[in-house]
Nanobody, 124 residues
């Protein structure tokens, strides 16, 4: 199993920006989907953004227009640019990968590999 490592979390004020990164080396499949999820205390895990093998993206309604998912050309690093952050975005953010799947998905059970998470805190 490939080890995923997130970075870039931190504390910002409302309206601020953060860029999360996820190192995902070692995948040799012909295709894989990558995604970002978040979970805050007392809430269920939520799919935030996903990118498919051909670059298709999908976003949760709550982050559309504010967050952008991307990856490097080798598909070994995943990014999440988060702008116009609000306190409701406060959560632990996780990256996830599903080898062998082409299309994006915001469903957590459709991923097999997970990182340890990076904390994002937005204060008002």
């Amino acid at each position: 199993q490939v080890q995923l490592t997130e970075s870039g979390g931190g504390s910002v004020q409302t309206g601020g920006s953060l860029r999360l990164s996820c190192s995902a080396p070692g995948y040799t499949d012909s295709a894989w989907r990558m995604g970002w999820f978040r979970q805050s205390p007392g809430k269920e895990r939520e799919g935030v953004a996903s990118i498919g093998n051909y670059g298709e993206t999908t976003y949760a309604d709550s982050v559309k227009g504010r967050f952008t998912i991307s990856r490097d050309g080798a598909k070994t690093t995943l990014y999440l640019q988060m702008n116009s952050l609000v306190p409701e975005d406060t959560a632990m953010y996780y990256c996830a990968v599903r080898p062998g799947r082409k299309w994006p998905s915001l469903v957590g059970t459709e991923y097999t590999d997970w990182g340890q998470g990076t904390q994002v805190t937005v204060s008002s």
